[in-house]
């Protein structure tokens, strides 16, 4: 399975957005951890973050979070995001070859 930003950092507005690792190779079976950070530049009620694989139209996982509130939310019977200020890690169970592709995470503030 590999993950792969091509962006390390992305600006866009008031966001600051960066995802880790750049890229990563697992095995099958084995347990992958991808890490979406955001910081802004002004204060925010909620954040919307997608997680998208292979620029699929339709989310992995979504979550509406709060800036000050750790959360756990499952995505999927392998899929969980675990959302700790400011940063979301988008967890995968038992990685399947047919999980390999490029990973995208896309924030959006609601203020």
């Known amino acids: 399975t590999q993950g792969r930003n091509a962006v390390p950092g992305t600006v866009s507005g008031t966001l600051w957005v960066t ?33 998208h694989r292979d620029g699929e139209r339709r989310a992995l996982c979504s979550s509406r979070l709060d800036p000050a509130a750790t959360a756990n939310v499952s995505c999927g019977a392998r899929t969980r995001l675990a959302w700790r200020p400011p940063c979301a890690t988008l967890h995968l169970r038992a990685a399947l070859p047919a999980d390999s592709g490029r990973y995208v995470c896309r924030a959006t503030l609601e203020i």
């Open 19 to 51: 995802q880790k690792p750049p890229q990563k190779r697992v095995a099958p079976g084995a347990a992958v951890a991808l890490e979406c950070c955001v910081v802004a530049t002004r204060p925010w009620l909620l954040l919307r973050l997608d997680w």
